[in-house]
């Protein structure tokens, strides 16, 4: 059993960067496939980017170059830098955690992206 908690959404203007966190509790943490994935208003849940125990990354066509997401096994911690963050970036984003069959989501945090 895996639980997430996700941290760092917030207001920002457009242009602007923030950066979030997900801490995990749990064991094996460092085996998982980590994933970011957001849900805008009106629409279904996205996947925004992903990175393997060997830190290989993967992101949506929206986000790259703007996005980063990192992982840090020791601390059982994924992040996701959001950098020049437009308007249609407005979402609920979730921490994800994936190993073969099982899934599991943080409670998810807010980002809205307005001037």
């Known amino acids: 059993q895996v639980q997430l908690v996700e941290a760092g959404g917030g207001l920002v203007q457009p242009g602007g960067s923030l950066r979030l966190s997900c801490v995990a509790s749990?064991?094996?943490?460092?085996?998982?496939?980590m994933g970011w994935y957001r849900q805008g208003p009106g629409k279904q849940r996205e996947l925004v980017a992903t990175?393997?125990?060997?830190?290989?990354?993967n992101y949506a066509d929206s986000v790259k170059g703007r996005f980063t997401i990192s992982r840090d096994n020791a601390e059982k911690t994924v992040f996701l830098q959001m950098n020049s963050l437009k308007p249609e970036d407005t979402a609920v984003y979730y921490c994800?955690?994936?190993?073969?069959?099982?899934?599991?989501w943080g409670q998810g945090t807010q980002v809205t992206v307005s001037s």
């Open positions: 994800n955690a994936h190993l073969s069959k099982n899934d599991y």
């Open positions: 749990g064991r094996f943490f460092g085996i998982y496939v």
């Open positions: 990175i393997t125990s060997g830190s290989f990354t």
